[in-house]
Structure formats: structure tokens, C-alpha cells
């Protein structure tokens, strides 16, 4: 931490701030520069606030953070080594990591009745995905909106993972539902309105099934691995972090701008598993395909793809739904980038 | 609801979706243009969701929304006339609306210990604030900072209402905690960045205390309101929206941009009485003053501000936070604006 | 300057670094903290590139800047002393900045003939404007718009300088019409568009007259005030800052979202004076008055304000445009607030 | 173009509006709603200006576009076909275009002495690019930053391309510079920050050779295309579109937000040939790989990369240039991608 006094500082305040933190345990090194003086702080910095240091006094201009506030989550925490999050199926282990095929986790927004969750299940098993995803609590910008069908939901996920052998993840909106929701999923989802529900974070960090944590809206990365140390602090080392479009000045064409960077940028400053979803990044099933090619190119450890039998009857997010017919097709052209760049399942699943 | 067809929509393509539209209810209206067909749409629209109509047909280019999506937050639900928060408190109703004076919360950012507690509200409240605001749960981007005192806090809250006759404003995180925090405060907050947590809004809205609803940090402001339509569509009807800095590209000098001119849009479209917070809007104390001065010529209802007795020893928020006697002389300045604007109380309150 | 090296630089790279560093003149101090080594630079480093600084070694991570990159638009340039702009008009000189009353440019968005650009002159200056805003060349989206009578319009502009006696503020697109506005200008206003159009910058800098700095749409404050810095460093110390909006991520409402946290915000760091542009700032008439008063209750030193005599049949930017009735009125609020904070020039002016 | 009427707006006034519209050639529809009534309005409206018509009354709450406002760069235009830009190099003819190889660009951010720039030119062109990047005239944030050694460049420039035999691409800042850089320039490149220099725009159509036009630090694609539209009206119709990062809440880990989707987005509307900057569009040479080839994968025409012989002595953007064996290895990285893609010349280039 570097402490910035401003232009005409007393030299006697220096030396009171320089003496209030060496009382918090802390070395402060003091820089006499052309215009303004610093103090480098030595010692365990990395969970202090800056703010906090900033009241030790008016004459403080700015304090620089150089170590970065998250610890369990860095790259560092695990020398270097990205970890690997285990997700136990009927078909056996999903493993999501840099050292392993692209992981594909698909299915409807909703999930709307029994005939329609156990038909996508199959096929997108079919074509190669190795979890489902669909919603039973739904979180919609209107209360007027379709909420879910809630506890009823969950039980056809059972079904459809009963019926297929996939793993299911579903979102979880109320830690009051953690414990049913817990019963069916295998992958419990944090979605980008709760990144920062920090009461749903602790709660989800205190039980074993791994989390799928989606970037909020607005979130910046260092808050969005801010937000998985809240889960990793809790005792749940299994976290996946999901981009899903953030926030930007125009939305005239795309819901959101799905920001791949984060891509490249995790891979250098955290060790947990990445996970892209360009359904909710761009809001329309046709700009869907090319931005999931990105991501594989780019790297990405993982794709949620929403799939609908039917979109234009789905009770929620049916713009951005791909058919099965699209997403098996998809997969065929996913596979060949996932191939020449040793990220793909091999041998090859059977395709519709 | 206007439906905007492709360039070259099939004719019998046109006439099956205003048949499917005609089937919910509604009566189309078509409009052959120049290029392309538009279809508008008579009948119950408001709460219809436009994507829904979207994928009818992939042949849809767009569907372009003419009525709000919100309806009881609008102003026309009350015909044009604002509504009024009232606020029981041990010193008498505290009013929130259009037509009252400026009604002035303050106090720190967390109750530390029941002295500074105790200490600020008698300040406060000598400085012309009617009520006390104070966390007793905080909601921080880091697991390792401080996260509030909780349920001790709520009673040292209590201790500072009995001994000022202040009443309470504090923050709500988990619904689970509700009902304890429901006994001591008397109006309840929700963070930005639970503006969005619909389950929590739910909650408060089948609760009657008064709901102070921040915007999140990139809520737009029709999200915002169809955050305060779940509250009050479960039944509450006594939310007050508070504008506290959305996220913009530039935080060299700010936390977030004060976003004032919220105020004469929401005047246009809500009946809701307008909190505006410069402490967070602002992040650092030396530009509350300028900021709270601009939001009462602009026509608040209502401000927010952070006051602590010592603000370089703050648990929390400490740089942003105003001293009593900073606050003491800002109020002074408020009320020489507020009076020729005929919204201050008179007559004045005794000043430190 | 601070040098912030990676985890686990060898000890020869930091010393290859530091005498680097010392060989561009500059004092290198080294830190060592538990985990990382930071390098203080000491001298003349506010006009040093910190990308400079970092393509030394890969080792380094990052480099924090501690002094601001302007200097001449800096508050300790002037140590700490307002600057003023005097613009000489037939009427007297018109003097902008902190110790002044508040300054109001108005008139129409573009100059569309003769009538109405005299009989808006006339009734601005009746109404307490003190310079007649108008465009002659048109910064316009679509090249299918009108884009100002240019040449022409300089014409009208003099005759309604030399009926009324008020300054002219008009807009320089091309440095090529440099010459023949400053005949007719007394203010030259570069655009949002234009903020970072260095080779103008540099031009107008150059010459003698005024120049109104608008702010680019997305223009961060230190990106704003180093495009004053390329105009004073040609030499043209006569620069005044005018906030007309920032883009955000809502546009429903309004056009722009107005960033009145400037006001203090550059009052902290430079001597330059302030304008606010809410008429642009919101983009719809009836949100600009509560923008106005806004902006004079936070100190701005200055206001503009689209003025025109039939709104509805303006060539451009009509909906932002206050009739002539309407800005008199609005000038009649801003007196009140003005005169309690001792920034409105007395005696009134006579009111229409 | 659709007129929305507010609530309870009399009769007349609908008539009178309906009637004005009609006297501007447009035919009025009226569609009576439940709550509101609006008027479709057929006829030539692409190039109508809403706000000008928003102004007519004042009981016009909105009015909503329905065709798009560019023409000549809409998809449209060429019946849905996409257009090819060909660019004469002495290697012959580059052509651009959806159905060609992807063309590479790359070259240093600024031209530094005759031994870089050949040297660099000669590495890019064995790695496999087509044309060189070299600025003369260099957009610089601060005045005192390296601002491009100007006309001298220009002639190292002409020195490169007859060495190499490679294009040469380059920045036009001010229109007084254009004559003497379209001699040895085979593309002129328009910045972000002069993306709405509609002056300079204007000048670019009205020469013949080819402009890559870089997307505004926060310009919305309809934005983007306008400024396209600019150029194309005045007469040059070879336009390449450049995305390089766009402005967003986060610059912690990268300058910009590099807008991938804007590949599947302007395909669906415009038949301009599509170009992306990883380079500016992250800021960081580690970062660039991997968003290469995520464009390449999503389907770009076209790729801008900044290569620098030694990066850590650049004049200006060092830490975003690759080294040539970086570059080469990339390229070759890209090739693997390309050809399943259908999207890279063959015969392969000789590598490095």
C-alpha cells in the first residue's frame, strides 16, 4: 500500500501517520519526492482498506493498493497452478479446468413442464453437453413476469437428470430454497442480480455443492473475485466464474456487451475455472454461435448455451434460445476449434 | 406495443401473427409503410413482455414499447398526484413528498458502539435531521472488512431512538433477519446492490413498514421501478427511491456519478417522493456539500447523508462521512435554499 | 511515480531497473514489502508516460502515477488561486470565474436567420444572458441533417452582436473557418466530438480568443483537463471547462446524464472555470430548469442554455430548447438561489 | 416512423399533428389504443430527424424509429451482399471482404527511424501481413507526449513499402495533412477519437482512397455507421470499420472492453468489411493472442495488431505491442484456426 501526502504536507503530520500505522503493525517507508512525499507501507496489506487508511489524515491525497485485495482466489493462492472444480454425475465426473475439454453446460431458460425439460436434456446430451441447465426460481425484471415454476421445477430437473445422467444446474435466488434446490443440483448458480448478495454468498460458501457465480451487471473483475472470496472464505473451494455480458452504452443490437477479455485477464490473475455464456451476453440466438466460437478461441474453460425445443413458445428468454437443431450444429463447429486446440472431448459424441 | 415486420415479411406471414396476437386478446392494427409493415397493438399491453411477442415469428425485426411496463409505481396510477411517505416516530410523523419540507436523514455509515451512536444522533438531530440512519448489517465488497455489529447494533439503534426520539432508518441484507430489524427501525433499507434481489423485495413488500429503495449502481431507471412495483405490488405502498451514484467510466476522483437529474425525470413519471445520498454518490466528504446543496435546488424530498463523530476512526465509509459539525453548517446552508424554494421546515431548528 | 514489480523479480532485474531509471534522471527508491518490491521515482515525473516506465522489464506490474499529468490546468500551477477569463463584448467585459457573479450564454442551438436570431439576442439580454450562443457550423450525427448555414450564419451572429451588444459564443469544427469565426466570435467553442481533435486544440490555442472546452461524451476529468492542457500549452491561457453530459448506460429519459459532482470535483484540482451545458446535459426542455438551478446551488461559475423563439420549428435540437418565456422565467429562480449564495450580479436586470 | 401520443391528448391536437405531418409528405396513420393513441407515419422517413417531429406538439410523447438512419451502409442497400474493399499494394492487390482471406494489418504503433520501421515491415510481411501499420501524425493524451515524427515518417514509410512491397496504413489527424499522406498512404485511417470530425469525415469521401474507420471510444454502432455514412455520401465507398475497444466501468486489467459481438451484429446490418484491433483493444501485448483469435473465430474480415521490434524502447504504446517472433508465432496460431474456418490464404506464408 502506498500512502500519497499531498503538496505541502508538515512534515510533523508525516510523521504522526507514519507512527499511527507502524502501530497497526505495519512498516511505513517514507519517499521524499520533488513535489510530494509517500510512505510505502511493508507488511500484511493485502486485506487492508484503503479508505480506512485514507481517515488517518486530511493531508492524505490518495492511498495506491499494490497488492490485490483478494487472496484465496488469486493465481498466487495456488502458485500459479489454475485449480480444477469436480462437478460428481450420473455419467460420471465433469471436470471444469485449463488442463480439460471444454465443458458444456446447456438447456432451457425456464424449466416449463416435464415433456419439454426431459426432451432438451436429451438432445442437447445428445450433442455433446455434459450438464443441463434451466431455471426453477426465475429472477425477472418484472413482477409481473413469469417467476418460475419454483419447487415443482426442481422435481423435473430430477426427472431429467434421471432420465439423461446429466448434471443439472439451476440458480439459486433465496437461501430459504438452498437446501431443496441443493437435493437436485449439482451446480448451484449465482446469478449476476445476487453477485453481490453477500447474505446468499456466505450461505452458498457454507455447503458443499460447487457455485457457479455469474459476473454482476456492472461488476468489476477485482469486485467479481471479491465476491468468490466470499465463497472460497466460507469453506467452498469449488467456484466458476461466469461472464455473461456486462453493462455498456448501447443496447440497441446486443442485450449486453459480452466482455471475452475477462478470458485472458482471469487467466492471469486467478486459478479458478472460467465459464462463458453468450445467450445472456447478447440476448439473440443469432449473434449466439459466432460469440461461442470466441470463446473456445479465446479459451474459455466452459460455455452455457440456452437451448429450447421450441423458442418462440419459451415463457421466458425465448430470443436467445437456440433451437436443439442450432445447438447440435453449433457443436459440430465448436468441435473443430475445441479440436485443433486439444480443449475437446474425444472420442467425438454422437450427434443428432 | 408496436410489432415492426422484416423487410419482406411473407403477406401470409403478416396475417398469422396478427391472427396469434388477435388470439391473446389484443386487436392489431397494421400500417403497410413504405419498406416495411408495422403491426400496432391495441388492448392490455403494459404488463406484456415485448421478447414474448418477439419470438412469434422470426420474420420480427423489433417490438417497440409504447405504455410503461410499471403501473402502480407510474404517475398515472395516481393521476398525476405525488404520493406521501408517512413516517410514525417517537417525535412525531416524519412526511416524504412533493409538497413537505425536505426531510434530512443522518448519521454514520455502521453503529460502532452505543456512545458514537447516541453521540451522532442527538447531533443530528440538533442540526435539523428527523431521522437516524445507521447499519447494523453492511454489505462490503470484501469478506475481510468489517461486516456490521448486527443484532447488538439494532439495539444500541434502539437506545439512540429512545434517547433522541429520532426515528430509524437501516439496512436490510437477508430476509431472515427481517423481522428483528422490523422491530427497531421505521423505515427499511435496500442496498443497490440488492435492488435487484427479488426475493428480498418480495419480503419487504408484504411487510407495512416504509421501504427506502436505492437504485443499484447501473439500474436503469424503469429497473429501478419495476424494482419498487414488486414491493408494492405484494402490497406496501410506501417505498421512497433513493438515487445514491450509478457506475460510470471515470472513478479517478468520484465513487460514482450522482445521477441529479433523476430528480425531474422521476417527478415525470413517478408519484414516489425522491431521497438523494451525495455521501455515496460522491465517495468523499469535501464534495457532499455542493452536491447536497444542488439536489435540494433541484427539488428532492428528501436527503441522505453520512455524519460521524470522527470519521478517520470509522469502521466504514469513513472518507465520505461528514463531521457534526460539518453537517451542522451545511444544514444552515440547506436551509437558506430551502426556504425561497418553500421547502424547508420552519420554524428552524436550533443549531449547534 | 511508483513501480510496482511482480512476485518473485530477481534481484539483478530491480537493480537493472533502478539504473534504468536513474539514467533518465530520476531518483529511484526501493521498497521492499513482504511480498512485492515497489520503486519510488523521484523528480520530474508529471509529464512522464507511465507506459514508458513499464515496457522497462516484464517484471514490472504495474506503475502508479502520484503526480497529476497536467500541470498548467492544475489548481498549484496558479498556486491554488481561481483563474479568471475576461471576454470583451460591446457591452462591457464579461468576467468568468469563481469571485464573479454567474455567467449565461444562451440562443439557439443553430443560427436559421436573421429574425430569429436578433429577436432572440434581444430577449436573452433582457432576460440577464450576458453572451448569445449560436451555431453556425453543426456537428450533426447523420450527414442527412442540417449542418448549420456556416459562413452565412457568422453574418447573422455580427448583426445580432452589434443589435444587442451581447458576445458570441460559436462553434470551430474545422480549423480551416478559424479565422473567419474569430472575426464574428468572441468565444470559439470546440465540441464534445472535438475534445480530442488535437490538431485544433493546438490551433485554437494558438490564437488569442476565449475557447469553451466542452467535455467529450466519455472524456474522463483527467482526460478533459489535459485537452485544456494542449490549448494552454500553445499558449492560450483562456480556457473555460463546460460539462454537458456524460454517456451512461440509460438513455430512456434523458439524452445524457448531466455530471454536476465536477463542480467540486474541479474546483479541488484546477483553476479554470466551470461551465454547465444543461440543456444538452438532459436533452428535453422541461428537465432543464431543475438542472439549472442544480448547477448554481453546486458553484458553477457559468451556465448555457439553448434558447429559441418557437421550439417546435427549430432546425435542430428543438426539444431542448427553452422558449424565450420560459428562460426569462427560469432566470427569475436562478436570481433567488444566485443572490443567497452571492453569485448573481446586482442590480437585476430588467425581466421581459 | 411511430408518433406516441400522451395520455389524454384532445382530439384536435391529434388531427392537427396528423395534418402537419401530412403537409410534410408522409402519410399518417392513427391507431387508437387503450390507454394512448399513435400515428405510423409511411413514406421516405430513413433520413427524417424523430426530435424534429417530437417537436410539432408537445402532447408528442415519443416517437419511435422504425427504419434505420443509415442507407448507404446498411445491408440493405447492396440487397444483403456484402462488399469487398480492394486495396493496390505493389504485392498486389488486398482485398477485404466477407468472402476473402482475413487480412492482416500490423506494423509499430509510430514510425520511429528507417532501420524499425523496414525491419518491422520485413518481419510482418515473412509472418504473413499484408499491409503495414505505422503512425506519422500520432493522437496523443498529453501535450507532452511524442506526438509522431509527421512528414519525415511519412517518407520512411514510402521507404518501407518499396522495401517490402506491403500497403501502408495510416492515421489522418487533420485534413491540411491529407494530400501529402494519401501520396504514400494505400489505406488513411480515421481514430477513435475523430470518429465524429465530421469535417475531416467529410474530406475522406471526397478523395478515393480506401479509410479504415476506428469505432469512438463510446460511439454506438448506429453512431459507428453514420460516421460510415458520412464518407460513403460524400463519394468513397470503400469504408473498412475498425472496433478497438470501448469505454466501460473497468480499466483495472485492460484499456478498453474489446466489443467482439460487434462482428455477428454488423454482419445482420451493414455490408461494410469488419476489422478488430486486439491491440488498442486491450492495451496489454499478453492479452492480444487470445482476443485474435476469438475474432478470427467469430468471423472478422480483417485483424490490426501492433508490432514493435523492441517494445520496451516504443515511443508510444510499448506495452501493447508484440515482438515480431510473438507476432509470427501468432500468426501461425491464427493460420490453424483460419483454415477450418475457410478463412486464410493458402498457399501458408513462409514463416519466420
Known sequence: MIV????????????RVSEELAGWGLTPEKIVGKHKVVIGLVGETATLNPEHIQEISPWI????????PFKRASL??????PSEVVVPTPNGDVVFGMGHPVVVVAGPCSVENEEMIIET???????GAKLLRGGAYKPRTSPYSFQGHGESALELLAAAKEATGLGVVTEVMDAADLDKIAEVADILQ???????????????GRQPKPVLLKRGMSATITEWLMAAEYILAAGNPNVILCERGIRAFDSEYVRNVLDLSVIPVLRS??????????SHGT?????VPSMAMAAVAAGTDSLMIEVHPNPSKALSDGPQSLTPQAFSELM???AVIGKTLNRWETPQPAYL
Chains 1, 2, 3, 4 share one sequence.
Open 269 to 278: 490473475i486467478t486459478h479458478l475455472p472460467i465459464m462463458i455464456d453468450p
Open 61 to 68: 491525497e490518495s492511498v495506491l493498493r499494490v497488492e490485490k
Open 332 to 334: 459440430q463447429q465448436l
Open 4 to 15: 500519497v501526502m499531498k503538496v505541502g504536507t508538515p512534515e510533523e503530520e508525516i510523521t
Open 76 to 81: 498466487e493462492f495456488r502458485h500459479g497452478q
Open 121 to 127: 436434456a436429451k438432445k442437447v446430451k445428445q450433442a
Open 190 to 204: 449465482i446469478g449476476a442480480r445476487n453477485m453481490q448478495n453477500f447474505s446468499l454468498l456466505k450461505k452458498v
Open 283 to 287: 440476448g439473440k440466438a443469432e449473434f
